[in-house]
């Protein structure tokens, strides 16, 4: 039973969390699963979560946790191609984000119509207006967010392209 559970846990957990990296950390017959990393007195499995796939290492080895909000904002840290396709990849991630809020509005709408459908009445109700409204607020704040961040980062993302093409062409003569 304790392994089934855990088992659902290591399952459910990256998709809840929405993180990619969870660690199992174990102490004797003790299993607790982090986000960060695990104090020295446990032993540490790493659990990726990437496109579907699980994958579980035993990583011991301690790593130091980067930020990778940081590391796309501080090109100094990384190549200016592994920025831009880190760049590229949020940017894809934010657009998808968005696809699916989308969905999930038609799918608040569709239901919030079928509720008014069933208790008759009529669009023009007061109610009905209001839980609209409240609706399509709620996934326009997000969407909002998230086009503000894509707008940024796409910005951030032809200020380095611009930087890279004249060294570039430096290197060609």
């Not at 790593?63 to 396709?85: G, H, Y």
Request: proline letters at 4%; one cysteine or more.
């Amino acid at each position: 039973m304790t392994r089934l559970i855990v088992t659902l846990i290591c399952v459910l957990l990256p998709t809840t969390a929405l993180a990619n990296t969870v660690y199992k950390c174990r102490k004797d017959d003790k299993v607790v699963f982090s986000q960060t990393a695990c104090p020295q007195e446990y032993s540490q499995h790493k659990i990726e979560y990437q496109l579907g796939i699980t994958t579980e290492t035993d990583s011991d080895k301690r790593e130091t946790p980067v930020d990778p909000l940081q590391s796309l904002l501080n090109s100094q840290t990384i190549s200016k191609e592994k920025l831009l396709q880190l760049l590229d990849a949020e940017l894809y991630r934010l657009k998808q984000e968005n696809s699916y809020f989308e969905i999930l509005r038609a799918s608040e709408l569709q239901k919030l119509e079928r509720q008014r459908y069933w208790q008759h009445k009529e669009k023009d109700d007061p109610e009905y207006i209001s839980q609209l409204n409240k609706i399509n607020d709620h996934f326009n704040g997000l969407t909002s967010n998230n086009t503000q961040a894509i707008q940024q980062l796409s910005d951030r993302k032809t200020q380095i392209s611009a930087e890279t093409e004249p060294e570039e062409a430096k290197e060609k003569p």
